[in-house]
């Protein structure tokens, strides 16, 4: 389905550079999450220590991107008064900019996670389903922030369907360290650090589901967050791809 | 020089392909207004083509559009004010209460009475306040007597929000007054004799940002016992007071729908470029 | 600075040069104006300085029954029909007793007026009792003498013999200068020294209302209609053109059209200010009509809207709102119109205004004439003093324009009001 979000052709040349720039600051700022989540993988898995540090302090700047952006959208806000796209856009936007904050935070959490496991001489690199997990998320962040970039609803749309996978095979990995638990108690600590990781990972997906609610409110201007998509699909049936 | 003319002759013929069915809610269900099919031509120059809506009771209905695409006309189509001049032709069904005000029984005196309207620039008559206000309730034998006329000017004025501050000078000329409140003297001036409906042409557009608000809360307020539609430039003005805009081009109805819903998600192209502030 | 500030310094010098040299004119033509303006006044104020003063004769007068050739007791009739010529002769030949010639004497009653009997007889109409007794009285000097008198110079209007007898009687006290109250209280008259102004002011004043009780209401209202009412198409369109030929339509042809329709036609009487007005009211028509038409036109359309979605008809709307703010104008316009009309005498000459008419004018049928007839009149009269009583009756036909143009700007004042 083609786009009709269009941000340029707007009679004010500034306002077109404007909205451009908050879409390429909005691209940027996904771009360093996404680092942040696979440095924060990558630490678990590998143990490697100097990144996860890097990790567990790289959020500031996470942090510092979203002031910035939320800064320049109340000064489009009071200066160009947004209305029907553009208001969605900024408004979608906002809100973006808080769920990929979140996500940098739980990249961050990852980090830590990392430190604590090497500390105590656990792996994660035991546990194949949470090397399982992180790909899957990846994934999902990764075409999150295309479909928001694209304004691809039908992406959108799958990639908020795919939210259920992860949170069955976040189900699938408590259900395995719970009994891994009640076997061995002694490492019930680690244990517990690992289900953290995986629960990290598994709101990562909840905060990309959310970015991908906001494209579809976004482009067709409904808002699909907390309803049954099915309801959508109906009304929209080329948006559905399987 | 001949091809600009040739390239804004095929822009012109893009946007009135463009323009197609009215789309959004143009009806409602309780009716004040009901207009079916309205055309108005001014000599050979079609200036409102085949626009049908409603206006419900009790709303504020904004119409918007860029200069010249007809929504003053079509305004004025509401209190045939139009008929005073003589090229403009007016057909369609056009019906208040039920009740067909281009009939040949229709009197137009009557229909201006119960459909009041307050104009662009603030026009006070070179009279008093008192006297400027009380014009409409002597001309229609309002009033029995002036205790009565006194009581209809002091709460015309009151409603209008501008008793307090002319109180005590309402035997001064209302051409002293300033724009604001010259405005709100022309709002009492037209309540004072009680319509039904007021319409509004462009009413805050001399106006400055406060008397502006001014205004836009009085219309909130006669919003309880008057139906009002207005036309305004001010597309936010639109989205403060309305609770269902109209967007017009070329003439033509684009979109009528719900304020919130024309200034988050319009449907037409049209209208989202209009209120977003693109090339149409 | 870049290139253009250099560009446009080196052009600003001669563009105020231009501007200097345009004001220049503009100043030097105005100035023209003044002049010429100036210079036609003062001529005509100082030709016109001598028929406002006069010379007058006092003699001590017996109003003897006998020389009057009345008994003692008088009818009045008897009284208005005595021998007031011969009194006066006998009285001015008392004081020259060495004429004796019948020539000499004819020559020295040419130095009173012939009006001179008329002002005794009114004089003793007035007071019977000054019958038989002494009473010193004015009489006026003939024109010619009181040319002499006023000029000092030799016209050849006096000979020799009465210029001594003139000064003879400068000499005693007997002639005096004052001012010359006929040319105000008196009808037109073949003796200069008694001709006045009153019959042709009156006639001029009647005409006028004529004119303005047919012309305003007729104008107003057509200008109104056309403004207001009247659709837009080819027939109003035509009107409008002709109302604006007709106001360039040289003004002998309303004369002549008022000769072949109020005189002919109609069977109105000739040289009446009735018929003089309501050709004067042809005339200022097509003026009022264009003043009032663009004072309407200038009412702001907000006014009529303001009106109209009030509920207001049409009818209300034009005469409550509308012709209330125009009136201003309207009001000018017609003043304008009519001191136009004052000065107007062409189209008067055909309906019969050019007869010499003595009296002054009691009603609109009476013949009478009007201001600048008179002027006319005057002007080709061919006794000397005659000549200052034309530039007296310009001033007195300007005073009257100023005052009426004075009313209109006073009516302006007062009717204007602000939107």
């Known amino acids: 389905m083609e786009s009709k979000i269009d941000i340029s052709d707007h009679i004010s040349h500034r306002y077109n550079d404007e909205l451009e720039d908050l879409r390429n600051q909005v691209m940027e700022m996904g771009g360093l999450v996404e680092r942040q989540l696979q440095d924060g993988l990558k630490a678990l898995q590998k143990s490697d220590m100097p990144l996860a540090e890097k990790v567990a302090s790289a959020d500031d700047e996470v942090n510092a991107k979203e002031i910035a952006i939320d800064k320049r959208c109340t000064q489009i806000l009071v200066r160009r008064q947004p209305a029907a796209s553009d208001l969605r856009l900024v408004l979608a936007i906002i809100k973006t900019i808080n769920d990929l904050e979140r996500v940098g935070d739980e990249a961050e959490k990852l980090g830590r996670y990392a430190i604590h496991l090497y500390e105590h001489n656990a792996k994660i690199g035991d546990f194949t389903e949470i090397k399982h997990l992180g790909k899957h998320v990846r994934e999902m962040l990764s075409k999150t922030l295309d479909a928001f970039i694209r304004m691809d609803v039908q992406s959108a749309i799958a990639t908020i369907q795919s939210d259920d996978e992860i949170n069955e095979e976040f189900d699938s990995i408590m259900r395995q360290l719970t009994s891994k638990m009640m076997e061995d108690p002694s490492h019930i600590k680690e244990t517990l650090r690992v289900l953290w990781a995986a629960r990290a990972l598994e709101r990562i997906g909840d905060h990309a589901k959310n970015i991908c609610e906001y494209v579809v409110y976004l482009v067709k201007g409904e808002d699909v967050r907390h309803t049954n998509l099915v309801a959508l699909l109906e009304e929209h049936p080329e948006l559905n791809d399987e | 020089m001949a091809t600009e003319n040739a390239e804004e002759k095929s822009n012109k013929v893009d946007i009135e392909q463009q323009l197609g069915e009215t789309v959004g809610e143009q009806f409602t269900d309780e009716q004040k207004f009901a207009l079916r099919n309205v055309d108005v031509y001014y000599g050979d120059n079609h200036a409102i083509q085949d626009i049908s809506m409603d206006i419900a009771p009790n709303e504020v209905v904004a119409f918007i559009g860029p200069s010249g695409c007809g929504k003053s006309t079509f305004l004025r189509v509401l209190n045939r004010m139009n008929d005073t001049i003589d090229i403009c032709r007016v057909s369609g069904d056009i019906r208040l209460d039920g009740e067909d005000i281009y009939d040949k029984k229709m009197d137009p005196v009557l229909l201006r009475a119960r459909v009041g309207m307050v104009f662009q620039k603030p026009n006070p008559f070179p009279k008093s306040i008192y006297d400027n206000v009380a014009y409409g309730p002597k001309l229609h034998g309002l009033a029995s007597s002036r205790a009565e006329l006194d009581d209809i000017v002091r709460t015309s004025l009151k409603r209008a929000g501008l008793l307090k501050e002319v109180e005590n000078r309402l035997d001064e000329p209302g051409t002293g007054l300033s724009g604001g409140q010259q405005q709100r003297l022309c709002i009492a001036r037209t309540i004072a004799v009680s319509p039904e409906v007021i319409l509004m042409d462009e009413p805050a557009s001399a106006l400055d940002p406060i008397a502006t608000a001014i205004i836009e809360e009085l219309i909130d307020e006669l919003r309880e016992n008057y139906t009002i539609a207005i036309v305004t430039h001010s597309m936010q003005q639109a989205a403060r007071i309305s609770q269902r805009t109209a967007y017009f081009h070329l003439g033509k109805l684009v979109e009528m729908g719900p304020t919130e819903k024309i200034f988050t998600n319009p449907d037409h192209t049209l209208t989202e470029n209009y209120i977003t502030g693109r090339f149409g | ?419």
């Not at chain 3, 110079?153 to 005096?176: D, F, Y």
């Open chain 3, 1 to 419: 600075m870049n290139k253009n500030t250099e560009v446009i310094k080196g052009t600003l010098a001669k563009r105020y040069a231009k501007e200097r040299r345009f004001r220049m004119l503009g100043m030097i033509s105005v100035f023209l104006g003044l002049l010429f303006l100036v210079v036609l006044l003062l001529g005509i104020l100082f030709k016109a300085a001598p028929a406002f003063t006069q010379h007058y004769l006092s003699i001590d007068m017996n109003y003897d029954a006998d020389s009057l050739g009345v008994g003692t007791n008088p009818s009045i009739k008897e009284l208005e029909g005595a021998n007031y010529r011969g009194l006066i002769r006998n009285t001015l030949y008392a004081q020259f007793p060495e004429v004796t010639q019948r020539n000499d004497k004819r020559e020295l009653a040419a130095l009173i007026s012939g009006s001179a009997e008329y002002q005794i007889r009114d004089a003793l109409l007035a007071n019977p009792a000054l019958l038989n007794n002494n009473a010193r009285v004015q009489v006026l000097l003939d024109d010619d003498v009181d040319t002499y008198l006023k000029n000092n110079t030799h016209s050849g209007r006096v000979n020799e013999q009465q210029i001594s007898w003139i000064n003879t009687l400068e000499n005693s006290g007997a002639v005096e200068r004052g001012f010359n109250r006929n040319l105000f209280t008196n009808g037109d008259s073949r003796e200069p020294e008694s001709a006045g102004l009153l019959g042709a002011t009156m006639g001029s004043l009647y005409a006028l209302t004529i004119c303005l009780l047919v012309s305003f209401p007729i104008g107003v209202m057509a200008a109104i209609y056309l403004e207001e009412f009247a659709p837009k198409n080819r027939w109003v369109d035509l009107i409008e053109i002709n109302i604006n030929n007709l106001a360039a339509v040289p003004s002998i042809v309303f004369g002549l059209l008022g000769l072949a329709v109020f005189l002919n036609f109609f069977g109105m009487p000739r040289s009446a200010p009735l018929v003089g007005g309501l050709v004067l009211a042809l005339l200022t028509l097509p003026t009022i009509i264009i003043a009032s038409r663009s004072a309407i036109k200038s009412v702001p359309p907000s006014i009529r809207e303001a009106a109209l979605g009030l509920g207001a008809s049409k009818m209300q709307t034009v005469f409550q709102h509308v012709v209330p703010l125009a009136m201003p104008g309207i009001l000018t316009g017609a003043i304008i119109g009519s001191a136009r009309a004052l000065g107007e005498a062409a189209p008067l000459l055909m309906i019969g205004m050019v007869a010499f008419i003595v009296d002054v004018p009691e009603g609109f049928t009476d013949a009478s004439t009007v201001l600048p007839i008179q002027i006319f009149l005057w002007a080709d009269s061919p006794e000397r003093a005659f000549i200052a009583m034309t530039s007296a009756a310009t001033i007195v036909l300007l005073v009257f324009l100023i005052c009426m143009n004075g009313l209109a700007i006073w009516l302006r004042k007062r009717f204007e009001k602000q939107w």
